[in-house]
T-cell receptor, first 112, second 117 residues
Framework: GIQVEQSPPDLILQEGANSTLRCNFS?????LQWFHQNPWGQLINLFY???GTKQNGRLSATTVATERYSLLYISSSQTTDSGVYFC??????????????FGQGTILTVHP | DGGITQSPKYLFRKEGQNVTLSCEQN?????MYWYRQDPGQGLRLIYY???????QKGDIAEGYSVSREKKESFPLTVTSAQKNPTAFYLC????????????????FGSGTQLSVL
């Protein structure tokens, strides 16, 4: 199956700092999503971004499908950004409808 | 409010017992999914369903069963055959757009923490 690697595994920031999270994947994809899991376990969908660039407030994401990676940028981080960030992908072709494969996540801690 | 409701929030299973986790959605989504999350790990797919009365095994289906009798509901039963059931279980749903079903954004419930007594 498709492999998804996220880096770094852990990230500690001071409030106000910027950060970049990376997601590498091993095959062509037709679906890529970024999620934030808060300390209570709730997963929030941040972006659906199989290619291109999107922005939502302080967050933005870029996927370079031909080079098989995606980046999530967090600017002016806040303590509420703490949690685990997951990248999830579905391999292009076949019958992988909605069968997202998740990376291991990046644990982000933002200190006040 | 539209969303996905999982219940119970916490569940305890005795040895040899089957337990059922509930998942209901009122988003009118076609597809529903069950994922398992172990501490410090990513999510792994247990079962998924794209239409009523049809479902497919995911990557770790052994010891689990599901049904999809209604579009809104996708309960998961953790059977006694699942020897290591302690985990956080997440239900999700999405639309399926077009024959290729690629434009899907996944939405999650708040999860059920299952522990073994």
């Amino acid at each position: 199956g498709i492999q998804v690697e996220q880096s770094p595994p852990d990230l500690i920031l001071q409030e106000g700092a910027n950060s970049t999270l990376r997601c590498n994947f091993s095959d062509s994809v037709n679906n890529l999503q970024w999620f934030h899991q808060n300390p209570w376990g709730q997963l929030i969908n941040l972006f659906y971004i199989p290619s291109g660039t999107k922005q939502n407030g302080r967050l933005s994401a870029t996927t370079v499908a031909t080079e098989r990676y995606s980046l999530l940028y967090i600017s002016s981080s806040q303590t509420t950004d703490s949690g685990v960030y997951f990248c999830a992908v579905a391999r292009a072709g076949g019958t992988s409808y909605g069968k997202l494969t998740f990376g291991q996540g990046t644990i982000l801690t933002v200190h006040p | 409010d539209g969303g996905i409701t999982q219940s119970p929030k916490y569940l305890f299973r005795k040895e040899g017992q089957n337990v059922t986790l509930s998942c209901e959605q009122n988003l009118n989504h076609d597809a529903m999914y069950w994922y398992r999350q172990d501490p410090g790990q990513g999510l792994r797919l247990i079962y998924y369903s794209q239409i009523v009365n049809d479902f497919q095994k995911g990557d770790i289906a052994e010891g689990y069963s599901v049904s999809r009798e209604k579009k809104e509901s996708f309960p998961l039963t953790v059977t006694s055959a699942q020897k290591n059931p302690t985990a956080f279980y997440l239900c999700a749903s999405s639309t399926l757009q077009g024959w290729s079903a690629t434009n899907e954004k996944l939405f999650f419930g708040s999860g059920t923490q299952l522990s073994v007594l």
